[in-house]
């Protein structure tokens, strides 16, 4: 159960400090990556959906608290399977930037 909410609180911080911008380097892939290929992201656009992912998944973590259960962990499993999909999808077509 503190694991639990250690692993929220995490979530939620890195997510807020992915938000206000002083949290690039946290996202994947965009931290490693070339300058041009960085260049071709709208990156106040990526933060949004980086920040907002990790932000929604921490109360989400919340769902196995107190249940103990198969259903609780794959219910998390599935909304974050889901919302990562959604993200990586919107991070490769909303959140770049268009062509010349």
């Given at each position: ?43 106040k ?31 998390f ?16 077509t ?7």
């Amino acid at each position: 159960m503190i694991i639990l909410i250690i692993v929220a609180a995490i979530l939620a911080i890195m997510g807020f400090v992915i938000l206000i911008g002083k949290g690039d380097n946290l996202i994947a892939g965009y931290n490693t990556a070339p300058k041009e290929e960085r260049e071709k992201y709208n990156i106040k656009r990526l933060r949004g959906l980086i920040g907002g992912l990790l932000i929604a998944l921490a109360p989400m973590t919340f769902l196995m608290l107190g249940e103990e259960t198969t259903t609780a962990v794959w219910s998390f499993v599935a909304l974050t399977f889901v919302a990562s999909i959604i993200v990586v999808v919107l991070a490769n077509t909303w959140a770049k930037k268009k062509g010349k």
